[in-house]
Nanobody, 121 residues
Framework: QVQLVESGGGLVQPGGSLRLSCAVS????????MGWYRHAPGKQRELVAT???????NYADSVKGRFTISRDNAKNTVYLQMNSLKPEDTAVYYC???????????????WGQGTQVTVSS
């Protein structure tokens, strides 16, 4: 069974920083693309950033230059460093991972339970 566990959310003032972590555990053969999404009240869930197994990254325009996604393949963990936070960054942040549990299984998408990020003075 695969689990994704996020941590690092909380309350921060505008202009502040937070670092989110998402650790993947369980029966894993290989992890491919990992990513962060967010869901704010009254809005659709949106992509924040993704990172491929080789390290190439992709960011939403709204976070470029402020957020950095990274991963530690040895620890099966993906991170999201968030700087210069704005009130509009307030949302529940979810990590996901495309992974295969066996060499002969096609990859599936798994999601974490979400962590709340609130940016407010």
């Amino acid at each position: 069974q695969v689990q994704l566990v996020e941590s690092g959310g909380g309350l921060v003032q505008p202009g502040g920083s937070l670092r989110l972590s998402c650790a993947v555990s369980g029966s894993i053969f290989s992890i491919y693309t990992m990513g962060w999404y967010r869901h704010a009240p009254g809005k659709q869930r949106e992509l924040v950033a993704t990172i491929r197994s080789g390290g190439s990254t992709n960011y939403a325009d709204s976070v470029k230059g402020r957020f950095t996604i990274s991963r530690d393949n040895a620890k099966n963990t993906v991170y999201l460093q968030m700087n210069s936070l704005k009130p509009e960054d307030t949302a529940v942040y979810y990590c996901n991972a495309g992974l295969a549990t066996k060499s002969y299984n096609p990859p599936s998408i798994y999601w974490g339970q979400g962590t709340q990020v609130t940016v407010s003075s």
